[in-house]
T-cell receptor, first 114, second 111 residues
Framework: EAQVTQNPRYLITVTGKKLTVTCSQNMNHEYMSWYRQDPGLGLRQIYYSMNVEVTDKGDVPEGYKVSRKEKRNFPLILESPSPNQTSLYFC?????????????FGDGTRLSIL | KQEVTQIPAALSVPEGENLVLNCSFTDSAIYNLQWFRQDPGKGLTSLLLIQSSQREQTSGRLNASLDKSSGRSTLYIAASQPGDSATYLCAVDSYGQNFVFGPGTRLSVLP
């Protein structure tokens, strides 16, 4: 089954404790992206990747890091999480940025930073 | 900077009604526009994708139109059903790299 898998689904942690949210897709997609969703602000793009070893900032990259060492994986790293990063996070993938193919989304990761 | 808005923010209709959701964007230089559905606690499901060269796309009871010059798209849902209750989001693909989402329309279809 074609899917985007995020882990963990839920996480409560404390300020400053490094964490990684994993994202994996099994569709051989080139394009992957991370979003955060906040009430009243909607979905905002954090980082995206056009292909392996190619990443770029979205609209709200501050406080986040990403890497794309393999095509299927695109982890989101919070090196020193802060309470303002409490949010619902989504990973998405598509065949390619200019492929005119729809994005597929994971089920989301709800992060709470205390 | 691209900005996307959606009207109305929320909508409640009786079952069987036809309805229209609206999406507006400020920069017409888009690659495509997508409509998504989001159920509570779930991810987004792509409903329709309209390329910048297209005027509309249809899937079952859904029809989406695009007027790039005026910066508008509409999602038409025919014969609404309670199972259509969800939040509907539009997103524009600017330059094939950066996706900007609207805030969504929360739809309730009452039996």
């Amino acid at each position: 089954e074609a899917q985007v898998t995020q882990n963990p689904r839920y996480l409560i942690t404390v300020t400053g404790k490094k964490l990684t949210v994993t994202c994996s897709q099994n569709m051989n997609h080139e394009y992957m992206s991370w979003y955060r969703q906040d009430p009243g602000l909607g979905l905002r793009q954090i980082y995206y990747s056009m292909n392996v070893e190619v990443t770029d900032k979205g609209d709200v990259p501050e406080g986040y890091k990403v890497s794309r060492k393999e095509k299927r994986n695109f982890p989101l790293i919070l090196e020193s999480p802060s309470p303002n990063q409490t949010s619902l996070y989504f990973c998405a993938s598509s065949l390619g940025a200019i492929s005119n193919q729809p994005q597929h989304f994971g089920d989301g990761t709800r992060l709470s930073i205390l | 900077k691209q900005e996307v808005t959606q009207i109305p923010a929320a909508l409640s209709v009786p079952e069987g009604e036809n309805l229209v959701l609206n999406c507006s964007f400020t920069d017409s230089a888009i690659y495509n526009l997508q409509w998504f559905r989001q159920d509570p606690g779930k991810g987004l499901t792509s409903l329709l994708l309209i390329q910048s060269s297209q005027r509309e796309q249809t899937s079952g009871r859904l029809n989406a139109s695009l007027d790039k010059s005026s910066g508008r798209s509409t999602l038409y849902i025919a014969a609404s059903q309670p199972g259509d209750s969800a939040t509907y989001l539009c997103a524009v693909d600017s330059y094939g790299q950066n996706f900007v989402f609207g805030p969504g329309t929360r739809l309730s279809v009452l039996p």
